[in-house]
């Protein structure tokens, strides 16, 4: 175990390497453990996802008191990163060492990293969000990071069920509509993130958004 506290964030950064003695293990402490590059990782990835939930100083932030980077072999339902909480404000980013075989390892890393760190500073209405938003977000946290793109043929994609095309479709297709959430209405991403804080309902995408959300359902579908 390696922990290094990092006192401009606030937070325990510990670094957990669970195989170490296997090929995997031995390659994640070379090229991120060795030279100190994962604690970097933790702390550009964090800061990403700090200026897009948190983008005004003056709002109180969500508590964060430690991170914890573990390298594990356990099968994760073909995710690369499940984030778990072990104390309060206490978080865990279990990363598949399936990673390590990536050819472009470093990239898959930080594109890893950065969906922990946002699911970490991201509000989910005490677990009553809908997952589909949270993916949507932490992906749209990944477009805005520069990590990911999105192709065009996914511009039209989402499903419409009792007026609402934010409820339902994968990750990326719901990025490609918050984006354009965000466009139309600067700010929409932090005021949802700040009405998450301690509940969950679906008229909190109509506030955020100050309009019904199907409207831009609408115009959105026809770009």
Not at 11 to 27: M, P, Q, T, Y
Not at 102 to 128: D, F, H, I, P, S
Request: hydrophobic share 40%; glycine share 6%.
């Amino acid at each position: 175990m390696w922990a290094n506290y990092q006192a401009s964030k606030g937070f325990e950064i510990v670094i957990i390497n669970d195989v170490k003695d296997a090929k995997s293990g031995k390659k994640f402490h070379l090229l991120f453990v060795s030279n100190d590059k994962i604690t970097q990782i933790v702390l550009s990835t964090s800061k990403i996802a700090e200026t897009v939930l948190y983008p005004d100083d003056r709002k109180q932030k969500k508590p964060v008191t430690s991170v914890t980077i573990r390298l594990t072999n356990q099968t994760m339902a073909h995710q690369q990163v499940v984030v778990d909480t072990q104390g309060t404000y206490e978080y865990v980013l279990h990363i598949s060492s399936s990673l390590m075989e990536e050819k472009n390892v470093e990239k898959a890393v930080v594109l890893a990293v950065q969906r922990g760190m946002t699911r970490v500073w991201l509000w989910n209405g005490e677990g009553g969000t809908p997952d589909e938003l949270i993916d949507g977000i932490v992906e749209f946290v990944n477009v805005v990071g520069g990590h990911v793109g999105i192709p065009d043929y996914r511009l039209k994609r989402l499903p419409v069920v009792d007026n609402m095309c934010w409820k339902y479709g994968d990750h990326m297709d719901m990025a490609h509509f918050l984006r354009y959430c965000e466009t139309m209405k600067n700010g929409f991403i932090e005021r949802l993130n700040q009405a998450m804080e301690s509940s969950w309902h679906d008229s909190m995408v109509d506030d955020a958004l100050g309009m019904p959300a199907w409207q831009l359902c609408g115009s959105y579908y026809s770009l």
